[in-house]
């Protein structure tokens, strides 16, 4: 913890993600890491205490304004580009300080949106969206098609959003999928510290895994879900189940 860092030796970065794509994890990861300043949504925060737009520019640059000495080898936070209130401020930014840019994605869409409406149940309930301990754990739930078409849907652009907002970033980047990082960790931190210039650290995190990977532990209609979606491109996230190296968060 005494480590202390030059300037140039210092690399700020970002989060990029949607939701319910493993960022909280991967954030509670780079906490636990002697030698990385990781903050979580500091926008989202901001955003709801009625901060402008330039007040989150101001934040994020002297955030990522490198001293002579710093006591971290990364520096970095992540955010929804929804809750970003001035992109193309941010994105000048982003260029400005030369910041990392990482970039969360997760190949199931349809694991996706039930971990979403799980999480909203679960934030009712505690008022966290993510499971900290086991007895805030929320029991199988029915989900109405309707419901479930729409939220698909809106993540689909959201996704179609993000990537295009990073392919116009002539920055360092690197993506993380979130069934690899809940197959193989290891693997996928110790690129990560490599693409953020630090030394591998053993992490871990304080996050549970909320939703089960097999859905039909999870969502009471499940045939009835998964019959609507039967000869699309959907049909088989249903059925999908990864073996998690270690228990991850979602």
Known sequence: MNNLFFSF???PYVILFIERDGSTYLSS???SHPHIDA???RFAVMENKGATAMEQIQWAKQYWTKSLINKAAARGFKTKLINVLDQKLFRNLL???NVHIIQMQRQNTVKAVVSKI???RLHD???YWNLYKETDRMPPMEIKVDDFQSLLTERENL???LNQFTAELPLNKMVINYEELLSDREAVLKSLFKFLNVEYKFVESKTLKHTSDDLRDVVLNFDELKDHYKNTVYETMFEEVIQSSKAGMD
Do not use: P, R
Request: hydrophobic share 40%; no cysteine; net charge negative.
């Open 125 to 127: 309930q505690s008022g």
């Open 9 to 11: 030796k210092m690399t």
């Open 29 to 31: 990861l780079l906490v």
């Open 39 to 41: 903050v979580y949504e």
């Open 95 to 97: 260029i400005e300080k």
């Open 159 to 161: 996704e179609a959003e």
């Open 118 to 120: 799980n999480a909203k």
